[in-house]
C-alpha cells in the first residue's frame, strides 16, 4: 500500500482490510491499543507487536525511545470503523447522530493523556464526516438547518473535517459553493488581525482540491466569475493558486483574466505564492504586472506580497530583478497612506535575509514628514528577525535624530533579547556606543535598552571587555550606567570590573561615585561589591574599607542630627510639627501615586504583568490557584528620593539626558 495517498481510495482500503494483511493486523492492533489506554504516544516496549509495517507506511513515526501516531488516513479510517463498532454507531441521515459519536470519541479520552489527540482527532472527524455524506447528500440549507440546533463548536468541528478532505465530496458545484460561502460568512473570513484557522484549512482544501481535481475546481470557477464578491474572491484565490500549482500553463490564462481589472488584486495574490516560479517565469509576471496600469488601493496593497515572494524565491537570481522590487517596494512605503507601510512590513517581516536592504526601507519610512509612531510596533517585529545588531542601532539612531526623546518604547519590546542572544558581543558593543554617545537623546536610548535588559532579563555584565574601552570612554559608561533608576545592585555588576582599569582617575572616579551611591543605597553597594567583586586582593579589600567606612560615617552623622533635641521639631514645636508631617504625608503618598500612573521613573520601575480575565497567583507553597484581588510589591528606592522626589526625579532626568558638549575637557577626546 502507498505510503501517502494523494486522493484516500475507501475500494483500496477496504480491499486492504478484507485481504487481512500484514499492515491490516498491525493497524487494527494499534488502535486497539489507542482506546484501551486511552493514548497517543507510547515508548517502545509498550508496543508489544512487530510496529515494523506501521513505520514503513508512515503509519507511526519514532523519535528516540518514543513512538506516536501520525495523521495517515489509513490510520483514521481505522479508527473510525473501530469506535462506530465500540459505540454501536450506524450513519444515518441525522448529521447530529453523528456529531454526538464524534464528541463520544471525545469523552472517552477525557480520562487519559492527551498528547497527540488532536492530530488523531482531526483524522477521524474528516472519514467520518466525508462518509456521512458520501451516503447521505443532503442541500446545504438542511445542513445549517440543522447546525442552528447544535451550537458554534459543531460549527468549527465540521469546517475542520470538510476541509481536510474536501476534495474527496462530491457536491454539485452549486451547493458546494453555498456552503463555502457559508462557512466563510460564519467564521469572519476577513476580519482583520485574526489568525482564522478554520478558513485557513478550508483554504488549503481548495487549493488541494485543484490539485486533485482540477476539472471540479474549473467547474466552481465558472459559479465563483458570474459574482465576484469577497468571499468568491478570497475561494478563487486558493482554486487558482491550486490549477497553477498543478500546471503552469494556467499561467497564460491568468493572463487573458488580467484583462479585467476586478480580476486583478486577486491575480497578485496568487502570482506571490512563493517558490513556485523560475527565473524566466518571475520576468513574465513583472511584464504582466507592468501592463496593468490599476492605482486602486485594494490593488496597489497586495502588490508587497508579489515583490517579496519574488525576492524570497531562490531561483531568482538576477540583481536587477531584486533591486526593481525594492524600488517599487520603496514607492509603496513612502505612500502617506499608512496602510501601505503596514503592507510592506508585514512582509519584510516574514521574509528572510536582506537585513541591509530592509534597514534602509525602514530609514526611508522614518524621514517621511507624515510617519507616524503607530508604525512603530510592526518595525520593532520586523528587527525581530534580524541577525545583525548594528543595523538595529543604526536605525535607532535615525529615529531619535527625528524624535529626540519622543520615541515609542514599542520599538525595544521584542527586539533587543533576541538580537542579544544571536550575537551577545556584537550588541553590548553597539549599546555601549550609546551609553557612551555625547548626544543626551543617544544616551537615553542606550540607558532604556539597558534597563530593559536588567529588569526583564537579569543582565548583570557586558559580553565584551570594558577594559579594552580607552580610559575616557571607561569614566563615560560607569557615569551613564549609574544614572540609570535601576536599584545599585542591579547596575553595579555592570561597572565593577572598571575597579581594575589601568587608568587611575577611571578607578578613583568610580570609587568617589560608589561613595555617594552608598549615600542613597548603603548596604546595597557593599552587598554587590561582595557578590560580583569578592575580596580577593589587598587593594580590593582597602576599596571595599573605604567605602563601607564612608558609608558608615555619612550615616552616623545623619542620626546624630536627629538625636539633638534642639534641632528635632517633634520636641520643640510638636503640634506644628504633627501638622506638617499629616500634610507631607498626603503630599508623598499622592507623589508616589503620581509617579505609578505617569511615565516617570517611579513608573519604569515597575513590571507589567498581563493576566488573563479571571487569572491569579499560584502559591509556591501550596499549590493553590488564587484569584487576583489586589497586588504588592516593593522595591528599594534611594534615599534621596525621600527628601525631594519632584527634585530627584528632576536631576535624575537631567544627568541622562543633556548632551556632553565639554565631558571632563582636561581629557584628550577619544575617538
Given amino acids: 500500500m502507498a505510503k501517502i495517498l494523494s486522493m484516500f481510495d475507501f475500494a483500496q482500503a ?53 513512538v506516536q501516531l501520525t495523521e495517515h488516513n489509513f490510520l483514521s479510517y481505522f479508527a473510525y470503523r473501530a469506535f462506530a463498532l465500540k459505540f454501536n454507531f450506524e450513519l444515518s441521515e441525522d448529521i447530529g447522530a453523528l456529531f454526538q459519536f464524534l464528541e463520544a470519541i471525545r469523552d472517552h479520552f477525557d480520562s487519559g493523556k492527551n498528547t497527540g489527540i488532536t492530530r488523531f482527532l482531526r483524522g477521524v472527524d474528516a472519514i467520518s464526516l466525508f462518509l456521512h455524506h458520501q451516503h447521505y447528500t443532503q442541500k446545504v440549507t438542511s445542513l445549517f438547518e440543522s447546525f442552528d440546533n447544535v451550537g458554534k463548536a459543531r460549527i468549527f468541528l465540521y469546517t475542520e473535517a470538510l476541509g481536510r ?20 460568512a460564519f467564521h469572519k473570513y476577513d476580519e482583520p488581525g485574526v489568525a482564522n484557522f478554520n478558513v485557513f484549512r478550508l483554504r488549503e482544501g481548495l487549493r488541494q482540491l485543484a490539485q486533485i481535481r482540477p476539472e471540479k ?33 494556467f499561467l497564460s490564462k491568468l493572463r487573458d483574466y488580467v484583462q479585467r481589472e476586478v480580476y486583478q488584486p486577486a491575480i497578485i495574490v496568487v502570482l506571490a505564492t512563493k517558490g513556485l516560479f523560475n527565473q524566466e517565469e518571475v520576468l513574465e509576471i513583472l511584464r504582466l504586472v507592468g501592463e496593468i496600469h490599476n492605482n486602486s488601493k485594494k490593488y496597489r496593497l497586495q502588490l ?50 536582506y537585513e541591509i536592504e530592509k534597514t534602509a526601507l525602514l ?43 519622543k520615541i515609542d518604547e514599542a520599538i525595544f519590546e521584542h527586539t533587543i533579547q533576541p538580537l542579544r542572544n544571536k550575537g551577545e558581543v556584537a550588541f553590548d558593543q553597539q549599546l555601549i556606543a550609546f551609553l ?17 535588559l536588567i529588569l526583564h532579563h ?31 545592585k542591579s547596575t553595579l555588576p555592570l561597572i565593577l570590573p572598571l575597579l581594575h582599569s589601568q587608568n587611575e582617575a577611571v578607578r578613583e572616579g568610580l570609587i568617589s561615585r560608589l561613595e555617594l551611591l552608598s549615600e542613597d543605597y548603603g548596604s546595597q553597594v557593599t552587598e554587590a561589591l561582595n557578590d560580583h567583586w569578592p575580596k580577593t586582593t589587598e587593594e580590593q579589600q582597602t576599596i571595599y574599607d573605604r567605602i563601607q567606612y564612608y558609608m558608615e560615617v555619612f550615616f552616623d552623622r545623619a542620626k546624630r542630627k536627629t538625636q539633638v533635641k534642639e534641632l528635632n521639631p517633634l520636641y520643640i514645636q510638636a503640634a506644628n510639627f504633627n501638622n506638617y508631617m499629616e500634610s507631607y504625608q498626603k503630599h508623598f503618598e499622592r507623589t508616589i501615586n503620581e509617579g505609578v500612573d505617569k511615565n516617570s521613573i517611579m513608573r519604569q520601575l515597575a513590571t507589567t504583568v498581563i493576566l488573563a480575565k479571571g487569572g491569579g497567583w499560584q502559591h509556591a507553597e501550596t499549590g493553590e490557584v488564587m484569584q487576583l484581588s489586589s497586588v504588592g510589591t516593593s522595591m ?16 535624575r532626568m537631567v544627568e541622562r539626558l543633556e548632551n556632553w558638549k565639554n565631558f571632563l575637557p582636561e581629557w584628550e577626546a577619544t575617538p
Avoid at 543582565?459 to 560607569?478: E, G, H, W
Fill in 14 to 66: 477496504n480491499e486492504e482490510i478484507e485481504k487481512k494483511s500484514l499492515l491490516t493486523g498491525r493497524t487494527d492492533q494499534l488502535i486497539n491499543l489507542v482506546i484501551d489506554h486511552k493514548k497517543f504516544v507510547f515508548t517502545k516496549e509498550e508496543i508489544t507487536f512487530d510496529f515494523a509495517p506501521l513505520l514503513e507506511n508512515g503509519v507511526i513515526e519514532i523519535s528516540g525511545d518514543t
Fill in 165 to 184: 478532505f474536501l476534495p474527496h465530496h462530491q457536491f454539485a458545484p452549486a451547493d458546494l459553493l453555498s456552503l463555502l460561502k457559508e462557512l466563510y
Fill in 217 to 249: 475546481a474549473q467547474e466552481l470557477e465558472v459559479f465563483l466569475l458570474e459574482n465576484f464578491d469577497g468571499i468568491s474572491e478570497d475561494i478563487t484565490i486558493n482554486i487558482w493558486t491550486g490549477l497553477i500549482q498543478k500546471d503552469r500553463l
Fill in 304 to 353: 508587497p506580497k508579489l515583490y517579496c515572494s519574488i525576492l524570497a524565491n531562490s531561483a531568482v537570481l538576477d540583481s536587477q530583478i531584486r533591486e526593481r522590487c525594492f524600488a517599487s517596494l520603496n514607492e509603496l512605503i513612502i505612500d502617506p497612506d499608512p496602510d501601505f507601510a503596514f503592507a510592506v512590513m508585514n512582509e519584510l517581516r516574514f521574509m528572510e535575509g
Fill in 363 to 405: 530609514k526611508t519610512l522614518v524621514e517621511q514628514e507624515h510617519f507616524e509612531q503607530k508604525l512603530i510596533p510592526s518595525i520593532s517585529w520586523i528587527f525581530f528577525e534580524f541577525h545583525e545588531s548594528s543595523l538595529y542601532f543604526d536605525f535607532l539612531n535615525s529615529l531619535t535624530a527625528k524624535f529626540k526623546y
Fill in 436 to 452: 557612551i554617545h555625547d548626544s543626551g537623546e543617544l544616551r537615553w536610548i542606550g540607558s532604556r535598552i539597558l534597563s530593559k
Fill in 458 to 488: 537579569g543582565m548583570v555584565c557586558f559580553a565584551t571587555n570594558v577594559l579594552d574601552l580607552p580610559p575616557k570612554s571607561q569614566f563615560k559608561l560607569f557615569t551613564s550606567v549609574l544614572s540609570l533608576i535601576n536599584e545599585a
Fill in 636 to 651: 528599594t528606592l534611594p534615599r534621596s528620593y525621600f527628601v525631594s522626589p519632584d527634585n530627584f526625579e528632576w536631576d
